[in-house]
Every structure is written in C-alpha cells, then in structure tokens.
C-alpha cells in the first residue's frame, strides 16, 4: 500500500512555478490577444484544489480557507477567539465572587493599605456578642453626635447583615483621621479605641450601651508593698488601677502560667533599694507584688514579643515558642478567694507575622461564641478553622496544638502557685467548670490573647448582659448572634446596600449571559459559513471576496460592512493582481454574508477584467525586454570600469556607474537609476573639474548614454534640472578650476611653513627630551599647545583637513597667569638626571614643558608671541655636586625620546635641582584650584566603588595596594557579589554625599555582613565615623575598599534595621498623635 500524500503543516511552497506559467500565459495573451477559459482558471488559480490542513492561510490558493479561525481547542489572544476566561474578564470585576459564602460565614475587612492592626481588632470587638449589642443599642441621636460611634455601629451593621463577603473599612479609617499606610501597634490601637468609645457611649441614656466597654473590657489591680518589720501594707497599696489588658513578659517564659507567676510575683526591696515605712518611721525590708481586684468578663493579654537590644540600640522580636491553654482558671489568682467560677474560655488570638517589630501582618484567629467554630481573620480574607484555634489538626512551624491533659492535674498547680489546696467540694466544682480535658496550645507569633468568662449560673447572676436595644437580663442562656435586631436606622440602610449590590449582581450576570451568548453565537456562523465557503466543481457559480474582510468577519466580535472595493481594479472588475488578497466563495456562503452585513460590490465568477489582463500581458512583455536590455547595458558598462570600452563619448559619474553595475537586475527603472552625472555636475551647471573630491569620471558608448537618460528621465520626469548631459569634449567649469587652482597654492604654502617649522623645531617636532644645564635660561609653555602645534606641523595627506591649528601663542602664555597677582598658575616640571645630564621627567604629563631659548624666539615669531611676555626659567643646584651634571646652555648631547618609565628606572638618588620661574610661581591661586578641583571631584553620583570581603585577620598584600590607589571610574563593573581567593567582592552604585552609614548598610544587603559587624577599610585606614559622607573621607569613584567581619553580634535579618529607618523616617515614636484616638472629647462631638 501506498504512502498517502499529505500536505506539510508548516512549509511554505516556492512561487517560481506560478510565476513562470502565469508569464507564459501573458506573453501568449499579448502574441495572439485572444484569452481562453483555461487561461482565467490558471491566472486566477481556480483550479487549486481546497485546502485542508495547513495553518497558515496560503495566498496562492483562493480556495485555501485555513488559518482564518483557531483550531477546535485553540484561542487567540484577541478578538471573538479569545479565552472565555479573558472576554469575561474584559467585562470588569464581578460583584458576585464578593457575595458572602452563607449567612453563617463572617465577613473580612479591606486592608487599605497598613491598616491590618485595626481590621483585627476590629473584627475582635464585633465577633463579642455583649460588645455588639452594646454599639447597636445606642440612641440615634447619640450616634449623630459622635461620628467615631456612628460609623464604628454601620462597620457593625454591615458586618452583621451585609450580602458582600468583605466590608470597605475607609469610613471608619477615615473618621479616626488614620494614615493607612504607616503600620501601627494593634495593643494600643485597641487600648485607645476603647477609651474613646468609653467616652463617646457615656452620652448614652441605654445603661448598659452607656457602661458596656467598662463591663467588658475593664479590671483593677493594686501594687501592694508590705513593710517586713510591721506586716502593713503601705496607704498606696490600698488604691485600685483600672486595666484594659494584662502586659506579660514572654523572653525566656514558655506558657500564660509562668507568664503570670512573673506577673504576680513577689518583689523583694532591701538594701539600696529598701522601703520607707510611715509607720515605723524609719527605711525596712519589704515586699512588692502586684494583686489582681477585679477580672473584666473578657480578659486580655498582651505577649511582650517586643525587646530593646542595648548592644545594638534596635528593637528584636522574640519568635520563641509560647503556650497557652484552652480555658484558664483565675480563682486562684485573685487576691481574694470567691465564690464565682472565674473560669475563661480562649475566645481570640491575635497574631503578628514576620521578624520585624515595626513592620510584618496582623491576622485574628476569633471563635464563634454561638457555634463554637474558630475563624482566620486576615483583612479581606475569611477561614473556617473548626473547633481549634488553628485548625483541625494543625501541626505547622509556628502555631499548633500541643497537648490535652486530664483536668485533675490543675490541683496542684493551683493549689501550689498560691501556698494552700482545694477542698474537696472547690475542686469538684473547677473540675466540672473546666471539663475533663484541658487543650494547650504554642504559637511563635501570638502577640495578644483574649478570654471570655464562661458563662454559669453563677456569674450571670452577677453580670447581666444586654441585646437588641432594650434591657433585657437573661440567665445561662444565649441567642443566636443572627438572630440579632438592627436598630430601625441600620435596618433600612443595610436593606438599601444589600438590594444595590443585588442589583449591581444581577446587570453583571446579563451582561456576561448576553456577551457569552453573542460570542458563541458568532463562533457558531463563521464556522458554519467557512464549512460552506469552498467551491466543490469549476462549474458551480461562486463569488469572489476580500480576505481582508473575511479575516475581519472571522476575527471581531462585531464584524464590519461586507467590503469588496479592495479587490476592484478601476474598471470595477477583479484583476488578476489581486488573486492574492481574495478568496471563492459558494453562492450558499456568500448569500449568507450578503444577507446579513451588506455592503459589497457582488463580484461573480465573470467578473474578470479582461482590459487589466491585456495590459498585464503588455507589462510582462515590457518587462521581459527591459531585463534584457539591462543585461546588455550591464556588460557594456562592465567593459567601460575594466577599461575595455574605448569609445566612450558622454561622461557619467564612476562612482554611480559602480554601484549601478552591482545592483539586481529589475524589470523597470528605480530612483536609484537617477542622476548618472549629478555628482560630476558643479553648483554651477557646468562639468565638475575632475581634481574635485568626488567628481571621477568616466567614458561611456552612446547606446549606454541613452539607456541611462531614458531611465533617469522615467524615474525623474519632473525634475527641473533634468539629467544634464556632458559629451566628450565638454569643458570644465572655470570658475571652480579658479577655487580649485587657490585651495591647492593655499596647501602647498601651508605645507611649506609646516616643513620649515619641522626643520627648526626638530627634537620638539619628534618629541625627543632636550638635554638641560644648570645656570641656564630656558622657557615654559603649556604641554597642551605643544601637543596641538606637533599634531599640526606632522599632519599629512588626509590627516590634514583634520588637523586643528594651535592657538596664538601670546594668549597661551597669558593664561597661564593669575589676574590677581600675574604670577604663575602652574608648577614646573620635576627633573631627572640620567648618565649625568639632566632631563624633564615627563613632558607628556607635565602642565608645562621646557625649551630651548632659540625654540621660544622662533615660536614667538611663527605663533605671534612676545618675547618679552615670556615664563622664563633657570634650573639651581640643589644638594647635589655641579660636577656630577655636565653640559652647558651651548651643548648638545646625546638625543632621547621622552619615556618617562625609562627615565624613572634611571633615575638616580640624588636630590632634584630647582627650577626658578619668572614671574614665580603664585601658591595662593594655585591651592585655591586644587581645592576647587578635589571639590568637584568629590561631587560625584551614580559612581563605582569596590569593597572587598576579606576573611581572617589581615588583608593580603594585593588588597591592600589596590585600596591605596584608585582604579579607572568610568569602567563597567557588575555589581552581582563575585568570589576571590581572600572573600567576596561587590561594586556598589553611590555618591559623594553616601554616609557610611549608608554604605555599611549596601555591604549588608550585598556581602550579608551584620552593620555592627564591620571594620570597614581604606588602605590601611578605618572608616568608622558612620556619620560622615564619603567626600568627607577623599572616597572617590574607583576606589577599593575593604571589609573585616568581627562576628562579635550575631546575625539578624536587614529587613528589621530597613524596617526601623522607615518607620523613623515616617515619625512612628508618635504613633496615634494628630488622630482622633488621642484627641480631646470636645473634637468628637459634633
């Protein structure tokens, strides 16, 4: 059996074939000017047989509907094939997916930005049945006078009763005059809140939402000292402090127990610190502790994480794990015993991610108190966690279940915290208070706990509790926390919410039901249309359309106009140019297309231009000839640049004439074709003489010359200079002869004077050093204008119009003086002596260089100095013998180039002779520029400094030299931390104005060096003023510094010092000052 021939996906076929047989047909139609039916077929490509398989959408086959829509499964990233998933996301944020889950299921807050410390606490007080009542309960008139209260009891409303999943928390935010985005304490968020509410509920006529935050929230403690020698407790012990929350050390605790033990733990005062009895009238031993009075119904403790690290003058957060049980038993801990079952049930748990203490989340774990079941509070976001406080069987890193222990195990803990036991008939009643079973839990970011009394017959007596907005006192019992009236004014206004969301719910869904169905809807016709649209048999009628259009119809949700004028020609026809950009339609598909969009023309299977086809043919004809032609003119011109043409009668350009020859041959004439004489053409009008730059010429034959003309003429017939012609014989324009004949006597005389100053300046001319002798005069002038005026007498052939001539050197020399003392702005040049003779040490990097007497004449003479204006200079003996340096102003010795490196290595041990100036040398102005230099240098940004870590005690030797000197600033360095063979080594972007500070926090992030940690180095200098800038230090780009690590702190995260500066730099010591929270209580009424 045969292979089946199949048709490759992705290869696009060549288009010589086609080409060729539609050329022959051409010509054919322009021999014998008749056009046959098979002739259409082939121009039009009818015959192609329908296409199916390839992707891409084949211009060669008008039968070739491929590509035009995606594959079954596929998409494409527009238009009406685009995901279902983008299109309905398109649409906008749906309103639904904000709908809350069941009426059983809190609602989150929006963290507007830092505001996650208020959400919690927040959600904290709604979720507490007594606290909620208490808000809800309050007289509308009151609520109206206390903006704080009215939006605290709407945030309340709206998380009781609202269909959205999560509430905007910015009008409560707002009212406090909050900044969301500075991160704060949610302890004193909570303490300030509710001293505020405290304030605001007082207004209140309804007792129990007027007392509501002091019946929750509020117990008393006293600070009891006891003399030892009298056994009384002072006057102070008897006075109670009111408390809003329990503050307990966690550093180096592991549960609330020893926690509390801490707290109430006796203080013993002796020696230095003993007490002074009033009654005993002198200063004794004694003991303090603090005695809890009073529990609140709900009891608060804050977990101390926060720690103060002198060494290091931060704050640490302590990540240590801390348990904490199920249900606390406080009868033990009060100061005096008591009937009531104080016993608590855990209730909430605050907890605070992250290492930094200024920085990190707040998230709340609250329990139900009707249903029992813990939910995540984590702003928007709202978990069910079960019946434990971090989820059923939670085991992970930071929080988890820790153990259940049988309740009978209490009794001696108890019994032993405070020196005596439990009878017989109080541990019955603890044990059937607590259960059986007690649960602990650890968390390593716990930062406050919440307890809630267990309610018994015993404490409800004694603590009514409020619902709805009357006073009702009820025993042992509870209602449903949705079963909870709103207040009349929140009814309403929750009502109107609820049926806007509704509604905004309801528009989305038909939006998206009529959007989905459209799109599926138009999927279902271009499908349907593209089954229809191939042609079945050349006898069966079609028509013609615009690929243009059908990609647009099968790609825009809403296609356009059916539009066929792109394939028109001016006849109104279709021409066989456009068999590319036009498909066959069946007349089933087409009248589909019509019947539906309109537009048009209707374009059928005899619609073939028949005069477009014979002017076609007549082109291809045309064109045939002239590749012909221009194969010959080729040769010709080959021969005329090879020298092989020897009757050349008109001149054209050799430069065009090359770049002619080399182009592809082309069926007609292109701009490039324009212009053969234009660059041979002066400005004139006229033939360029040839010694211009860029007017070479040659000869080319008549029949060349005209090929050439009728092309430029085609291309350019409107050209008002027209393709200027120059036979032979023409002659060359003599007005640019004339420029041209002055330019080359102006170069000849230049050239002239530029030899002759070669000839008497010939060691300066070839930068040889000038042997120097003591006592004798010679002259200084800048290095830089003898490096212009050598650059400039040596130039030759095309260096010469680049050469820049020096500036007259009268002006040279005066600035080189200061306008305020006319004295020297510069030094001279250091001395060297070699083989006896001395020489200038490095005229190449010198400011000034010396000269002969006879050389500063002739350039006085040649550069238009005075010689009198001159910088004179004679070279002193210094501590050296006249005799070692021989020579005299007369004599001429050996002649050296000037290398400095060569004359440094012979350099001899002697002292350098001195060179005095006239006029002398002005220090003052010299000093003041050197400063403003070494300013601007130091004034840097965005430069590149090196810093290297170094391990072990001492740098290596090569560390060292490259700390000493500065590399090159303007290299490019990665700054990615590299390792050597002594350390780590990084680049660091910085500026003049970077503190070391700064920099030792960059060598943090970069090397994961403690700032405490580092000995920071330049050479062999510390830098340790941490305050200074590296300008203040002569720190400059390219400079190498190096590291040491001392170890003596231990390692801590960069995120908690970067945490500290942004919240010093935001003001956070003031906390809640400028905000409604520690504003007077005039400012909340309104």
Same mark, same amino acid.
């Given at each position: 059996?045969?292979?089946?021939?199949?048709?490759?996906?992705?290869?696009?076929?060549?288009?010589?074939?086609?080409?060729?047989?539609?050329?022959?047909?051409?010509?054919? $139609?322009?021999?014998?000017?008749?056009?046959?039916?098979?002739?259409?077929?082939?121009?039009?490509?009818?015959?192609?047989?329908?296409?199916?398989?390839?992707?891409?959408?084949?211009?060669?086959?008008?039968?070739?509907?491929?590509?035009?829509?995606?594959?079954?499964?596929?998409?494409?990233?527009?238009? #009406?094939?685009?995901?279902?998933?983008?299109?309905?996301?398109?649409?906008?944020?749906?309103?639904?997916?904000?709908?809350?889950?069941?009426?059983?299921?809190?609602?989150?807050?929006?963290?507007?930005?830092?505001?996650?410390?208020?959400?919690?606490? +927040?959600?904290?007080?709604?979720?507490?049945?007594?606290?909620?009542?208490?808000?809800?309960?309050?007289?509308?008139?009151?609520?109206?006078?206390?903006?704080?209260?009215?939006?605290?009891?709407?945030?309340?409303?709206?998380?009781?009763?609202?269909?959205?999943?999560?509430?905007?928390?910015?009008?409560?935010? !707002?009212?406090?005059?909050?900044?969301?985005?500075?991160?704060?304490?949610?302890?004193?968020? /909570?303490?300030?809140?509710?001293?505020? +509410?405290?304030?605001?509920?007082?207004?209140?006529?309804?007792?129990?939402?007027?007392?509501?935050?002091?019946?929750?929230?509020?117990?008393?403690?006293?600070?009891?000292?006891?003399?030892?020698?009298?056994?009384?407790?002072?006057?102070?012990?008897?006075?109670?402090?009111?408390?809003?929350?329990?503050?307990?050390?966690?550093?180096?605790?592991?549960?609330?127990?020893?926690?509390?033990?801490?707290?109430?733990?006796?203080?013993?005062?002796?020696?230095?610190?003993?007490?002074?009895?009033?009654?005993?009238?002198?200063? *004794?031993?004694?003991?303090?502790?603090?005695? /809890?009075?009073?529990?609140?119904?709900?009891?608060?403790?804050?977990?101390?994480?926060?720690?103060?690290?002198?060494?290091?003058?931060?704050?640490?957060?302590?990540?240590?794990?801390?348990?904490?049980?199920?249900?606390?038993?406080?009868?033990?801990?009060?100061?005096?015993?008591?009937?009531?079952?104080?016993?608590?049930?855990?209730?909430?748990?605050?907890?605070?991610?992250?290492?930094?203490?200024?920085?990190?989340?707040?998230?709340?774990?609250?329990?139900?108190?009707?249903?029992?079941?813990?939910?995540?509070?984590?702003?928007?976001?709202?978990?069910?966690?079960?019946?434990?406080?971090?989820?059923? &069987?939670?085991?992970?890193?930071?929080?988890?279940?820790?153990?259940?222990?049988?309740?009978?195990?209490?009794?001696?803990?108890?019994?032993?915290?405070?020196?005596?036991?439990?009878?017989?008939?109080?541990?019955?009643?603890?044990?059937?208070?607590?259960?059986?079973?007690?649960?602990?839990?650890?968390?390593?970011?716990?930062?406050?706990?919440?307890?809630?009394?267990?309610?018994?017959?015993?404490?409800?007596?004694?603590?009514? *509790?409020?619902?709805?907005?009357?006073?009702?006192?009820?025993?042992?019992?509870?209602?449903?926390?949705?079963?909870?009236?709103?207040?009349?004014?929140?009814?309403?206004?929750?009502?109107?919410?609820?049926?806007?969301?509704?509604?905004?719910?309801?528009?989305?869904?038909?939006?998206?039901?009529?959007?989905?169905?459209?799109?599926?809807?138009?999927?279902?016709?271009?499908?349907?249309? +593209?089954?229809?649209?191939?042609?079945?048999?050349?006898?069966?009628?079609?028509?013609? =359309?615009?690929?243009?259009?059908?990609?647009?119809?099968?790609?825009?949700?809403?296609?356009?106009?059916?539009?066929?004028?792109?394939?028109?020609?001016?006849?109104?026809?279709?021409?066989?140019?456009?068999?590319?950009?036009?498909?066959? #339609?069946?007349?089933?598909?087409?009248?589909?297309?019509?019947?539906?969009?309109?537009? &048009?023309?209707?374009?059928?299977?005899?619609?073939?231009?028949?005069?477009?086809?014979?002017?076609?043919?007549?082109?291809?004809?045309?064109?045939?000839?002239?590749?012909?032609?221009?194969?010959?003119?080729?040769?010709?011109?080959?021969?005329?640049?090879?020298?092989?043409?020897?009757?050349?009668?008109?001149?054209?350009?050799?430069?065009?004439?090359?770049?002619?020859?080399?182009?592809?041959?082309?069926?007609?004439?292109?701009?490039?074709?324009?212009?053969?004489?234009?660059?041979?053409?002066?400005?004139?009008?006229?033939?360029?003489?040839?010694?211009? %730059?860029?007017?070479?010429?040659?000869?080319?034959?008549?029949? +060349?010359?005209?090929?050439?003309?009728?092309?430029?003429?085609?291309?350019?017939?409107?050209?008002?200079?027209?393709?200027?012609?120059?036979?032979?014989?023409?002659?060359?324009?003599?007005?640019?002869?004339?420029?041209?004949?002055?330019?080359?006597?102006?170069?000849?005389?230049?050239?002239?004077? !530029?030899?002759?100053?070669?000839?008497?300046?010939?060691?300066?001319?070839?930068?040889?050093?000038?042997?120097?002798?003591?006592?004798?005069?010679?002259?200084?002038?800048?290095?830089?204008?003898?490096? @212009?005026?050598?650059?400039?007498?040596?130039?030759?052939?095309?260096?010469?119009?680049?050469?820049?001539?020096?500036?007259?050197?009268?002006?040279?020399?005066?600035?080189?003086?200061?306008? @305020?003392?006319?004295?020297?702005?510069?030094?001279?040049?250091? /001395?060297?002596?070699?083989? &006896?003779?001395?020489?200038? !040490?490095?005229?190449?990097?010198?400011?000034?260089?010396?000269?002969?007497?006879?050389?500063?004449?002739?350039?006085?003479?040649?550069?238009?100095?005075?010689?009198?204006?001159?910088?004179?200079?004679?070279?002193?003996?210094?501590?050296?013998?006249?005799?070692?340096?021989?020579?005299?102003?007369?004599?001429?010795?050996?002649?050296?180039?000037?290398? %400095?490196?060569?004359?440094?290595?012979?350099?001899?041990?002697?002292?350098?002779?001195?060179?005095?100036?006239?006029?002398?040398?002005?220090?003052?102005?010299?000093?003041?520029?050197?400063?403003?230099?070494?300013?601007?240098?130091?004034?840097?940004?965005?430069?590149?400094?090196?810093?290297?870590?170094?391990? &072990?005690?001492?740098?290596?030797?090569?560390?060292?030299?490259?700390?000493?000197?500065?590399?090159?600033?303007?290299?490019?360095?990665? @700054?990615?931390?590299?390792?050597?063979?002594?350390?780590?080594?990084?680049?660091?972007?910085?500026?003049?104005?970077?503190?070391?500070?700064? #920099?030792?926090?960059?060598?943090?992030?970069?090397?994961?060096?403690?700032?405490?940690?580092?000995? #920071?180095?330049?050479?062999?200098?510390?830098?340790?003023?941490?305050?200074?800038?590296? =300008?203040?230090?002569?720190?400059?780009?390219?400079?190498?510094?190096?590291?040491?690590?001392?170890? $003596?702190?231990?390692?801590?995260?960069? =995120?908690?010092?970067?945490?500290?500066?942004?919240?010093?730099?935001?003001?956070?010591?003031?906390?809640?000052?400028?905000?409604?929270?520690?504003?007077?209580?005039?400012?909340?009424?309104?």
């Amino acid at each position: 059996m045969s292979r089946p021939t199949t048709r490759s996906k992705n290869k696009r076929h060549r288009q010589g074939d086609n080409v060729n047989i539609t050329s022959e047909i051409m010509r054919k $139609i322009h021999a014998t000017g008749e056009i046959t039916n098979d002739d259409i077929n082939q121009l039009y490509v009818i015959q192609k047989p329908v296409c199916q398989g390839c992707r891409v959408n084949t211009k060669d086959n008008p039968n070739c509907f491929c590509g035009l829509i995606p594959p079954p499964n596929g998409s494409r990233k527009s238009g #009406l094939w685009q995901k279902l998933s983008d299109i309905v996301q398109a649409l906008g944020p749906d309103p639904c997916k904000d709908l809350r889950a069941s009426a059983d299921s809190p609602a989150g807050l929006t963290n507007l930005g830092a505001t996650c410390y208020a959400n919690s606490i +927040l959600q904290y007080l709604y979720m507490n049945t007594s606290f909620r009542e208490g808000v809800f309960s309050v007289e509308p008139e009151v609520l109206k006078q206390h903006p704080v209260l009215d939006q605290l009891a709407r945030l309340f409303a709206q998380l009781h009763a609202s269909k959205m999943a999560f509430i905007d928390s910015a009008p409560f935010i !707002k009212t406090l005059e909050l900044d969301n985005g500075v991160q704060q304490d949610s302890l004193e968020f /909570l303490t300030l809140l509710l001293s505020l +509410l405290e304030r605001c509920l007082s207004h209140s006529k309804v007792s129990k939402a007027r007392t509501v935050v002091q019946d929750l929230f509020r117990g008393s403690v006293s600070h009891v000292t006891m003399c030892s020698k009298c056994g009384r407790d002072s006057e102070a012990s008897s006075k109670m402090e009111d408390f809003y929350e329990l503050e307990l050390n966690v550093k180096g605790l592991k549960s609330l127990d020893e926690s509390l033990d801490d707290y109430l733990n006796v203080e013993e005062l002796h020696g230095e610190n003993q007490y002074f009895c009033e009654l005993c009238k002198v200063r *004794v031993d004694a003991i303090r502790s603090i005695k /809890l009075r009073i529990l609140p119904e709900v009891l608060n403790f804050q977990l101390k994480r926060c720690v103060f690290l002198p060494k290091t003058t931060t704050k640490k957060k302590i990540t240590s794990a801390f348990c904490f049980p199920g249900v606390l038993d406080m009868r033990q801990r009060l100061s005096e015993p008591s009937q009531l079952d104080w016993v608590y049930d855990l209730s909430a748990v605050l907890i605070h991610k992250g290492t930094a203490v200024n920085s990190g989340h707040y998230i709340a774990h609250i329990k139900d108190e009707n249903t029992g079941q813990w939910w995540e509070f984590d702003d928007e976001h709202v978990s069910n966690l079960g019946l434990h406080p971090f989820g059923e &069987g939670s085991s992970n890193s930071t929080s988890k279940v820790v153990h259940s222990e049988p309740a009978a195990g209490t009794e001696e803990k108890h019994g032993l915290t405070n020196g005596d036991h439990m009878d017989a008939v109080q541990l019955q009643s603890f044990k059937s208070s607590i259960g059986s079973h007690v649960e602990t839990f650890s968390s390593n970011d716990a930062y406050m706990l919440m307890y809630n009394l267990r309610r018994t017959k015993k404490v409800d007596e004694k603590i009514p *509790v409020v619902f709805g907005a009357s006073k009702i006192e009820i025993e042992g019992c509870e209602s449903n926390s949705h079963d909870t009236s709103l207040p009349s004014h929140l009814f309403k206004e929750i009502n109107e919410l609820n049926a806007s969301y509704l509604e905004a719910c309801k528009r989305y869904k038909l939006k998206k039901d009529s959007e989905l169905n459209h799109i599926t809807g138009r999927r279902q016709e271009v499908r349907s249309v +593209l089954s229809e649209a191939p042609v079945r048999s050349f006898e069966e009628p079609f028509y013609w =359309a615009s690929i243009d259009w059908l990609r647009q119809w099968a790609d825009n949700i809403t296609p356009p106009i059916l539009d066929n004028t792109l394939i028109q020609c001016s006849h109104g026809k279709v021409p066989v140019s456009k068999v590319g950009s036009m498909k066959r #339609l069946s007349a089933e598909a087409w009248t589909k297309l019509f019947s539906k969009y309109g537009g &048009g023309p209707t374009l059928t299977n005899d619609d073939y231009c028949m005069a477009c086809l014979i002017d076609g043919a007549q082109s291809v004809v045309f064109a045939d000839s002239y590749r012909d032609r221009r194969t010959l003119m080729r040769d010709l011109a080959s021969d005329v640049l090879t020298g092989k043409c020897l009757d050349g009668t008109y001149y054209v350009s050799k430069t065009w004439l090359q770049q002619w020859v080399r182009r592809k041959n082309l069926d007609a004439p292109s701009e490039a074709d324009a212009g053969p004489t234009v660059s041979i053409r002066c400005t004139h009008g006229q033939l360029m003489p040839e010694q211009a %730059p860029g007017a070479k010429r040659v000869l080319v034959s008549e029949k +060349l010359w005209l090929f050439f003309y009728e092309d430029a003429i085609a291309v350019k017939p409107d050209d008002p200079l027209g393709c200027k012609t120059f036979p032979l014989g023409s002659e060359q324009c003599p007005q640019c002869c004339v420029e041209l004949s002055e330019v080359a006597c102006l170069e000849d005389s230049l050239r002239a004077v !530029k030899l002759k100053q070669r000839q008497t300046h010939e060691k300066l001319a070839m930068g040889k050093s000038i042997p120097l002798s003591l006592h004798c005069t010679y002259y200084l002038v800048p290095s830089s204008w003898l490096t @212009k005026w050598r650059n400039y007498v040596i130039a030759s052939g095309k260096n010469i119009s680049s050469s820049v001539e020096p500036e007259t050197l009268d002006f040279v020399i005066e600035s080189l003086k200061c306008e @305020k003392h006319l004295r020297l702005l510069e030094r001279p040049p250091d /001395l060297i002596s070699k083989r &006896g003779i001395l020489f200038q !040490k490095g005229s190449t990097t010198d400011g000034l260089t010396i000269i002969t007497e006879n050389d500063w004449n002739n350039f006085c003479e040649e550069w238009g100095g005075n010689k009198d204006k001159c910088i004179s200079a004679i070279i002193e003996p210094g501590n050296v013998a006249e005799n070692n340096l021989g020579g005299s102003c007369e004599e001429t010795t050996s002649e050296e180039h000037l290398n %400095p490196q060569d004359e440094v290595n012979n350099e001899t041990e002697t002292r350098q002779p001195i060179i005095r100036t006239c006029p002398e040398i002005c220090e003052d102005c010299i000093g003041e520029r050197e400063s403003c230099k070494l300013m601007q240098k130091l004034n840097y940004s965005n430069g590149d400094i090196y810093v290297s870590l170094v391990r &072990g005690k001492e740098a290596p030797r090569s560390i060292l030299e490259a700390s000493e000197t500065a590399s090159e600033p303007d290299r490019r360095a990665s @700054k990615r931390s590299r390792k050597t063979s002594y350390g780590n080594s990084v680049n660091l972007k910085v500026s003049g104005s970077t503190s070391v500070y700064q #920099l030792k926090m960059m060598i943090w992030e970069s090397l994961g060096v403690v700032k405490e940690n580092q000995i #920071l180095h330049k050479g062999s200098r510390i830098l340790d003023q941490e305050s200074a800038t590296l =300008a203040d230090l002569n720190i400059f780009p390219g400079d190498k510094l190096w590291v040491q690590d001392s170890e $003596i702190h231990e390692h801590r995260d960069i =995120a908690d010092e970067l945490a500290d500066q942004k919240m010093t730099a935001q003001h956070a010591e003031e906390g809640f000052r400028g905000t409604l929270l520690t504003a007077n209580i005039s400012s909340q009424v309104v």
